[in-house]
């Protein structure tokens, strides 16, 4: 049984919960109104009836409450995690999301599993609301409010990155060795793998971004027949078809 499946059968089983609890609050206020008007034959029907119905809950709860033996620790540890969001986030958003690593790329962010804590990381926020469906809807939130600034953002950081690789006036520079440099700060490579980099070119690329807050218009370079995969950075477009990146011209 999946998680999504799991959750649903118990949302279920909680439902005639409520049904029944529903029922012995309705009898509660009915008590409760006959007190304030003084109708005794109300009030004894009422109390009758809320002490037979609350008799029928706690059995019943307990045992909704054993029948949740989804194992959500091997659930994490596992790859079903990643492929239910992946599935959901492409049927229901038409979000492309990446895996690398056990981890799930959605730029701006990577999702992480902490099974030990029954939760996801998205980014660097704890996120302990599984259900996929909003998951994935987070990171189609995500991606939309941030993927203006962000590319305007990281765009400037190429630029910045260009200017200390190469004195050229118009540098031209590999996005591999402008992710080296990137690298070389404590931390940023284990925030950013190689797949977030290259979503994020693949979001400027697709942005109406076309210079630098300085004025610096640039062009995206692909690989010529010489270039080895491990230079470039290959994303899959919204058709599924692989964009490779090689490098960044500024003019």
């Known amino acids: 049984m999946s998680l999504e499946e799991a959750l649903k059968e118990q949302e279920i089983q909680v439902d005639g919960l409520l049904k029944s609890a529903n029922k012995y609050v309705g009898a509660l206020k009915a008590w409760k109104k006959a ?38 620790r091997s659930y994490l540890e596992g790859e079903e995690w ?30 992480r599993s ?24 987070e ?27 190469t004195k050229e006036a118009n540098p031209l520079v590999r996005f591999k060795d402008i992710y080296d440099l990137f690298a070389l700060t404590p931390g940023w490579k284990k925030e950013n793998p ?3 980099f290259g979503q994020a070119i693949y979001a400027l690329h697709r942005s109406e971004i076309r210079a630098t807050r300085a004025g610096r218009r640039f062009e995206i370079e692909y690989p010529s027949g ?26």
């Not at 229901?92 to 056990?102: A, Q």
């Not at 189609?140 to 765009?155: C, H, I, M, T, V």
């Open 35 to 72: 007190c304030q008007i003084g109708h005794i034959g109300n009030l004894q029907k009422a109390a009758a009836q809320s002490e037979e119905l609350v008799g029928g809950l706690p059995i019943p709860t307990a045992e909704v409450k054993s029948a949740w033996t989804f194992d959500v």
């Open 82 to 111: 990643r492929k239910d969001i992946q599935d959901v986030a492409q049927a229901k958003f038409n979000l492309r999301i990446v895996e690398e690593n056990e981890t799930l790329i959605s730029s701006p962010v990577v999702v």
């Open 114 to 137: 902490q099974p030990g804590s029954n939760r996801l990381v998205l980014g660097k926020v704890a996120w302990p609301t599984l259900q996929p469906a909003v998951v994935a809807a």
């Open 139 to 165: 990171l189609k939130r995500l991606r939309d409010r941030a993927a203006g600034a962000n590319s305007q953002e990281f765009l400037d950081g190429l630029y910045a990155a260009a200017q200390h690789l």
């Open 194 to 196: 190689p797949a977030a």
């Open 226 to 251: 010489n270039a080895k995969d491990k230079d470039l950075f290959i994303v899959m477009d919204e058709d599924g078809r692989p964009l490779r990146y090689y490098a960044i011209q500024f003019r």
